[in-house]
């Protein structure tokens, strides 16, 4: 009676995964679309953006020059031939070549995702740190911790920019106090303004949604028979509410590698960090189309991949769902 | 006619004057001073009161605080600079005055730009005129090599010559040599191992002023026979730095070329340079930028902040050069639209309460300039000119309503035949305006509205460069730009029908009147003296006072500060690149 369930368990299993990146893909592919749609239809003459940025702007070309840019970059075939061979080289990893810096747009990439990834990943790590840090402090008590002023604080980091607190962060700590470097420095102590700058406000939302989960968990019949059972209040509230908690929290985290990732675009500016963030404003504001497309499509991709990702830790975390 | 001389003038140095501490006015009065006694060609240089009847300040000056004397200088040190804007290559293709700051801490010139429109020796020793005017010989210096060891001699020049100019090479063209000499390149030819002949077409008596501009750097033959992918991150020239690395999104390492000895005339050293490394890092962000300079952790920032000149010139060395040619100002639409009218454009002038503007929006980093055709700092600038159309409501309000714009709707708007009076500002946010800039066009709309005028500002996005439909004829009133060079050659620039063979490209007006052109093809051949301030004079008038083509704002000003450990730095009289080769750190 027990002996096919497993197997069965685990087609579904696959084929839940299956029917997950298959949609992750779609989402690529929908991006990807736009990516080239925005290419080809917004800008007027792509050759003329091209030869203007490499000769300083200031020069009309001729009809041939004009016409061997076409060539080279491939404008001069049909909108169909041109997408057919975007979206096929992009299943090839080739996200084509920058208009003005005239390297490929994935070594681009490469060169400045490091940075970024860890802000993201550090910051992400940090705003869970705190999150759950007050929720075991303060949820379901009447303290510090859970006073109007410390949810108002949670509130008000959710809210304001990021760039403003980037901004306030620095003048303080490092332009003032020393503490940290403005530029540079040590990699570590550098990373930690911009990493508190990212995490406050999503450590906010964070709070929000496992304060509340927290909260009401703790009302459950089964907090009563554990605390009957002996184990005591930290044990309850760290193995068994937590847990329980820590749901929603995982949901809003596939939003949050999306948000952190975007919102670096804003703190490395403010903080003057290497990072995928200066290169997509500064191929958005000056035209650099496959270079803005290709950074956009990796931020697609993050999103998808973390949603994936946290559909799976959902699994692990919340046995009923493996029935 | 032929005309043989080596220059070896020396350029002013107004740094190492002991000012003791003086304010920024009082510096103001001294370059006022100085330009009095020297500028033979204001016509008027005392009338009128308040800012607009003075000559704009211009010379390269030290403002602020004194850098205490710091006795010998020492080799060594990393120079951190926190600089504005990443080029997208750094191979003195793109042309922006930004971005040549940069190049010419690498690249060297034929010719090194010295103040009043004089050239001194850099990579040629000596050079002739001959042929009417039509042939410069340049003797080059020997030994001297490019930091990958090629060696610099003729061949090497004529090299960047033939690929500055040929427009299908799009990897070594060099669109802001096409402007200063394609209409009148003929060719150059190696005649020795280290003489290069450079025969023109007709004279041009800007040449070598061409020449002595960022954008002539001379770089190695091998540099250019690569393609533009590897050009961009690797220039290779015979300057007092090399480029060691280029971390994307971050910061450039320069260090010292140990065998450099192809040193300008006006250096003011002699050997290699004394820093031993440069991390020039690019630091958009105003509030970062300046908060990294007055931690310490910079020890040169470029463009300070309008919010900071107040303390950078109390407590730090503040350096600031006017550039020449064409300063910050607006085009006005004169082929279209209701400022087709000569009196309407007259009317803007008058209204326009610059003055005020300027010292609003730039907080006195910039000084105000009505004459939008030609820049203080240019010899032949005419005075005059900058005093026309001093602020006066009542006259704009009684041109206006000459020009038939009598009615007032509700708003207080002028109309005529129930149409409003109303102006397009168009402007290239965060590449010709930044937030500063912007307060200015407020300030303006405001003024206009006084008089009736309505102002709506449209920024277009820096993607679409000049080829925003914005900019295109019909499509805008105002329109804000500069054209930063070094003296009346911007004029050829800018308002000549013609320019490298095509329309001109520079000129967003449509404007081109036969009188201008002419007087700018006689001026082009016209040496320096009482003739040619008397033609650049008549252009001026012309431009401004009679067609009120455009409206000026202020001179270009290129702003430095320096920390307390910099010492040894100045600003060359090209467009105002800090000269580092001079420059080093205390302890």
């Not at chain 2, 060609?41 to 009161?49: E, F, I, L, R, T």
Request: charged letters at 15%.
């Amino acid at each position: 009676m027990a002996a096919p369930a497993p197997r069965r368990r685990g087609v579904r299993a696959t084929r839940w995964l299956l029917i997950r990146v298959a949609s992750g893909v779609g989402v690529l592919w929908a991006a990807a679309t736009i990516a080239f749609l925005l290419q080809t239809l917004t800008q007027q003459s792509r050759a003329r953006l091209i030869y203007d940025q490499r000769v300083g702007n200031n020069s009309i070309p001729s009809k041939g020059v004009t016409a061997a840019i076409n060539h080279q970059y491939g404008f001069d075939n049909s909108v169909l031939h041109q997408y057919v061979s975007y979206i096929g080289g992009l299943v090839h990893g080739n996200f084509g070549v920058s208009y003005f810096q005239h390297v490929s747009v994935w070594s681009l990439i490469i060169q400045q995702i490091g940075p970024t990834l860890i802000l993201t990943f550090s910051a992400l790590i940090l705003a869970w740190v705190i999150a759950v840090g007050l929720t075991l402090l303060g949820a379901g008590r009447h303290n510090i911790w859970s006073s109007a002023i410390a949810n108002f604080l949670q509130m008000l980091s959710a809210s304001v920019p990021s760039y403003w607190v980037g901004t306030i962060l620095l003048v303080i700590f490092a332009v003032n106090l020393h503490i940290f470097p403005v530029l540079g420095g040590n990699p570590l102590l550098a990373l930690v303004l911009p990493m508190i700058t990212m995490a406050l406000p999503v450590s906010g939302f964070l709070g929000q949604v496992i304060q509340d989960e927290f909260s009401s968990a703790l009302e459950q019949p089964f907090v009563t028979s554990s605390r009957s059972r002996g184990i005591t209040d930290f044990g309850v509230r760290t193995v068994h509410v937590l847990r329980h908690s820590v749901l929603p929290g995982l949901t809003l985290s596939g939003w949050a590698v999306g948000y952190l990732f975007s919102n670096a675009v804003l703190v490395e500016q403010v903080f003057d960090r290497a990072g995928i963030g200066g290169v997509l404003t500064k191929a958005a504001s000056e035209g650099d189309v496959p270079l803005a497309t290709g950074v956009v499509l990796l931020s697609a991709a993050a999103y998808v991949i973390a949603n994936i990702v946290v559909d799976i830790l959902y699994v692990f975390v919340d046995p009923r769902l493996r029935a | 006619m032929d005309q043989g001389f080596t220059q070896q003038d020396r350029p002013q140095r107004l740094a190492a004057k002991p000012l003791k501490a003086l304010g920024l006015l009082s510096a103001l009065l001294l370059a006022v001073l100085v330009l009095a006694g020297c500028a033979s060609s204001s016509a008027s240089s005392s009338s009128g009161g308040g800012f607009q009847g003075v000559t704009p300040a211009t010379a390269d000056q030290s403002l602020g605080a004194q850098q205490p004397s710091a006795g010998k200088p020492k080799p060594g040190g990393t120079l951190n600079v926190a600089w504005v804007q990443e080029p997208e290559c750094i191979d003195a293709q793109q042309d922006w005055v930004q971005n040549g700051y940069l190049y010419s801490q690498y690249y060297e010139q034929l010719v090194s730009a010295a103040p009043n429109n004089k050239v001194v020796p850099w990579l040629a020793n000596s050079w002739k005129v001959s042929n009417g005017g039509k042939t410069y010989t340049f003797q080059l210096k020997k030994n001297v090599k490019f930091t990958d060891g090629t060696p610099f001699n003729a061949q090497a020049v004529v090299t960047n010559f033939k690929d500055w100019l040929n427009p299908k090479n799009t990897a070594d063209y060099n669109g802001y040599v096409a402007v200063y000499i394609a209409d009148v390149f003929k060719s150059a030819v190696a005649t020795g191992p280290y003489t290069v002949q450079v025969n023109l077409t007709k004279p041009d008596v800007f040449f070598l002023d061409g020449l002595s501009q960022y954008a002539f750097g001379i770089a190695s033959p091998k540099q250019l026979s690569q393609p533009a992918g590897v050009q961009c991150d690797h220039p290779v020239g015979t300057g007092a730095f090399k480029v060691d690395k280029w971390n994307h999104g971050q910061d450039i390492v320069l260090s010292r070329n140990k065998n450099w000895n192809s040193a300008p005339a006006n250096e003011r050293h002699k050997g290699p340079a004394y820093l031993n490394k440069i991390d020039w890092r690019f630091v958009s962000d105003n509030n970062t930028r300046w908060g990294a300079f007055t931690s310490g952790q910079s020890q040169l920032l470029y463009d300070i902040p309008a919010v900071d000149w107040k303390q950078a010139t109390s407590r730090y060395q503040v350096l600031r050069h006017t550039t020449g040619a064409n300063p910050l100002r607006f085009f006005v639409a004169a082929k279209w639209g209701p400022l087709k009218d000569v009196r309407v454009r007259q009317a803007v002038q008058y209204a326009f309460n610059d003055n005020l503007a300027v010292q609003t929006a730039y907080r006195g980093e910039r000084i105000p300039n009505k004459n939008g055709s030609l820049s203080p700092s240019s010899p032949g600038y005419d005075n005059a000119v900058n005093n026309y159309y001093n602020y006066d409501p009542a006259k704009a309000e009684k041109l206006l309503s000459a020009a038939g714009w009598s009615h007032r709707n509700a708003q207080g708007y002028r109309t005529k035949n129930g149409k409003v009076l109303s102006l397009r500002l168009v402007y290239s946010a965060d590449v010709v305006a930044d937030s500063d800039d912007l307060l200015l066009f407020q300030i303006l709309q405001q003024e206009l509205q006084k008089v009736g005028i309505k102002v709506t500002l449209i920024p277009t996005p820096p993607s679409q460069g000049w080829a925003a439909p914005q900019d295109q004829p019909g499509q805008w009133d105002l329109n804000i730009g500069y054209w930063v060079g070094r003296s009346a050659e911007g004029f050829h620039t800018l308002w000549s029908p013609k320019l490298a063979g095509q329309p001109n490209p520079n000129n967003l007006t449509g404007y081109f009147d036969p009188v201008v052109t002419k007087l700018i093809n006689e001026l082009d051949q016209t040496p320096a003296g009482p003739k040619q301030t008397e033609l650049a004079h008549k252009i001026q008038v012309q431009l401004v006072e009679k067609d009120a083509v455009v409206l000026g704002v202020s001179g270009m000003q290129v702003t430095l500060a320096a920390g307390p450990k910099l010492h040894g730095l100045w600003q060359s009289p090209d467009v105002g690149e800090p000269v580092l080769s001079d420059a080093w750190l205390s302890k």
